[in-house]
């Protein structure tokens, strides 16, 4: 495809980096000509400079055939005039990024001639409460229309999960599961019936809402908050409360900026607003943050949210969440059963990166939704079955599959099906694909040739 990146920040450069593996066409346009000069240097790509909402740097790029253009500016307003214009021009498809409430609220029924709406923090707030409902989780994520989680939960000394064979898993939970994936120190594993785990290893459980629910209760693990600290009025911030009002959960949120006080004060109600600086320990202490349930920090420098997310670990605080969008520093995060890092930037560039390769997805399926874990190194993959699938109606023990990938969950009618070697794949089922290898849209590659 010939796709066009508006924007050369943190999220284009990434969108550019991650579409470069995948042999796109790529152009990317920016004002700024020492950014465009630094991605064109770091991948294979051509550059523009100028201004993305100018017909004339438009057709520059080529946007008369181009397949996608992606806006992912800073500016709301100058994503989604330059989709406009580029959509005029004749280009595909467009993506844009937008962030503020107020035009995510208002544009995203409204057709503007956008392929798709971003909106990464809200998504990453959406993250951040099903988080919250099971706190000893560091990742929870819906697949199949909310019908299938994936939760990566740690495995520590002397639980149920302690040097307990995969294949007896069922004997040993009253709950259908399947663990899809392993992290055990810098090894990453995507086991089978035979594998063992241990004390610390990192495991990823695929399963029902309903099933995650009755397992957390069976291994004895917290459910739920109720008194909630949020550092840092970001949109994110609003979001979240916005989504966590609609419980009995207490939700108290410091930010410095009074203009933002005024703003989520106004617009949430329930909410307590306290304005102070949220990286005074003494203000934390001061407004209770040693008796808080769970602490999120959502501002928006990286460093800040560590340093204060340290604090509250010390404080005794159940959960702690950290936004944190350098790749570098979020390596030097150390994740716990309750402690979890969240990245828009990440969630942004799943986003998009899902949207591009079901533009392309043929030969066995729709391509529908891509998770990456264990720093990008494991993809969970997400398909509805067509009938040229050539894996239709054979028991998966049958199923040759590419090294390193499992077949990790089938929907079919609404129900989840934990795939067992009899089972069989049919046209119209939502399945679940997690693998070490890199796929395209074409769920025919993860068969063995």
Known sequence: MKIIVAGAGNVGRKLLEELSLEEHNLVVVDKEAALVENVVDSFDVMGVVGNCVSAEILKNAGVEDADLLIACTPYDEMNILCCMVAKKLGVGDTIARVRKPEYFTLFRDVELGLSMLVNPEYETAMEISRLLRFPSAIKIEPFAAGKVEVVE??????????????????????????????????????????????????????????????????????????????????????????????????????ENDEQKCNFLDENLDKVEIVCGDATDQTLLDEEGLGSMDAYIALCGIDERNIVTSLFAGRKGVKKVIAKVDNPALADLWEEKSNQSIVSICTTTVNEIIRYVRGKESSGGGKFSKLYRIIDDRVEILEFIVSEHFEGVDVPLKDLKLKGDTLIAAIVRNGALIVPGGNDAIYPGDTVLIVTLQEYSGNLNEILER
């Not at 002397?158 to 898993?169: F, G, R, T, V, Y």
């Not at 599961?177 to 995507?190: D, E, K, S, T, Y």
């Not at 459910?223 to 609003?238: D, E, L, P, W």
Request: hydrophobic share 45%; aromatic share 8%.
């Open 153 to 254: 939960v740690v495995v520590t000394p002397k639980s149920p999960l302690d040097k307990l064979q995969l294949k007896k898993i069922a004997h040993r939970f009253q709950e259908k599961l399947l663990v899809c994936a392993v992290q055990r120190g810098n090894n990453v594993f995507i086991p089978n019936g035979d594998f063992v785990l241990e004390a610390w290893d990192e495991i990823y459980i695929t399963a029902s809402p309903k099933d995650i629910s009755l397992f957390f209760r069976e291994m004895g693990m917290p459910r739920g908050v109720n008194k909630i600290m949020i550092a840092g009025g970001s949109r994110t911030a609003f979001y979240l409360a916005n989504e966590l009002k609609k419980t009995n959960v207490a939700v108290k949120i410091i």
